[in-house]
């Protein structure tokens, strides 16, 4: 049956589509379970070619003039960019065929409600912020202002002194609720807050948006948790154990597929530990820390600096920010 299933992972097979369907009537729970899962993942490349049409439409006031603007070139871009849509569905890049996985398949023992998912169950459907988020980011904790001012050369720790906290914590701990991953960064989130001033809760939001709560975190070449909470790129300036991932980054407007490297931390705390190193030793964040107080001054700045490609990235944490200050509220 894999085999039949796995036929329809060409866009122009519709036999393969119609095998998924034979399964689903009558194969057992198992066969039910992964025809449910190969369907869901056909409607998430569904979803993600409209994705893809409406960027290909977005960009035809440019091509006009374009000495590649011609019918069959336009064919034969549509078929790779379905082609392309399975693929990147295939991969999980949405994340949605787990959603309807979940939502159909019957598993409401790990459910997560929708309002906590990720971070975009924060926004509106305009993806704009809640007329409500600035009595939000007035209520985050206040901290020490003096705490913004102490020595950058502070905020590193020795390789000793991180040796010796990992091992003392769990490697890689499992984070079955948001609530589960709110409780394991507290206290890593509140040693931020003590560094640079940043309100401890906007640092676990920044990870939960991250990693999914903890769902999504990189995993190593050999399937373990590579601790990365802000999926931090290992470039030159990484001289210790690494990871690929594919990614979808945003340049010049368009989503592109890439495969990069990613840091790999032997526990969650060396892996805020480096978050705020990149933040305290890195130039271009320094107007950003100027503003650590001011919440949405400072992931404006974050994001402005270039620390994420995503637009939206300043409002997805904020929206995430609200799940997160209810947890802590409970």
């Known amino acids: ?20 369907r034979q399964d689903a009537k009558s194969g057992d729970k198992a066969g039910k379970k992964e025809a449910l899962e190969q369907a869901a993942k056909q409607f998430e490349a569904i979803f993600m070619q409209m994705l893809m049409k409406s960027m290909r439409k977005a960009q035809e006031v440019l091509e006009s003039d374009s000495p590649f603007n011609s019918e069959s070139t336009k064919f034969y871009r549509d078929m790779h960019d379905q082609q392309m849509s399975l693929e990147l569905s295939n991969n999980g890049a949405l994340g949605l065929s787990e959603l309807i996985v979940r939502q159909l398949g019957g598993d409401s023992e790990n459910f997560t409600p929708h309002n906590i998912l990720r971070s975009d169950g924060n926004l509106d459907s305009r993806g704009s912020l809640r007329i409500s988020e600035p009595a939000l980011l007035n209520n985050i904790s206040t901290v020490k202002d003096s705490s913004a001012h102490q020595d950058p050369s502070k905020d590193r720790q020795t390789n000793g002194s991180i040796a010796a906290q990992a091992a003392s914590m ?23 807050q003590d560094k640079i001033n940043v309100p401890f809760e906007v640092v ?39 990871t690929h991932k594919e990614t979808l980054e945003f340049e010049n407007g368009a989503m592109v597929k890439k495969r990069e490297p990613f840091r790999v931390y032997e526990s969650i705390g060396q892996s805020v530990d480096d978050y705020l190193n990149l933040l305290t030793k890195s130039e271009r964040y320094q107007g950003a820390l100027e503003n650590s107080a001011n919440v949405e001054q400072f992931l404006h700045n974050l994001q402005s600096a270039g620390y994420a490609t995503d637009p939206d990235y300043a409002k997805k944490i904020i929206g995430t920010l609200r799940t997160v200050t209810s947890l802590l509220d409970k």
């Open 1 to 20: 049956m894999t085999t039949r299933i796995a036929d329809a992972q060409n866009f122009l097979d519709v036999n393969g589509l119609n095998s998924i």
């Open 170 to 192: 769990m490697q890689s701990p499992a984070f079955e609720q948001p609530k589960d991953f709110v409780s394991a960064l507290t206290a890593d989130a509140k040693r931020v």
């Open 204 to 242: 676990i939001a920044q990870a939960a948006l991250e990693t999914g709560w903890g769902q999504k975190i990189i995993k190593t070449h050999s399937g373990e948790s590579s601790n990365n909470l802000f999926n931090i790129k290992a470039d030159s300036r990484w001289a210790g154990e690494k």
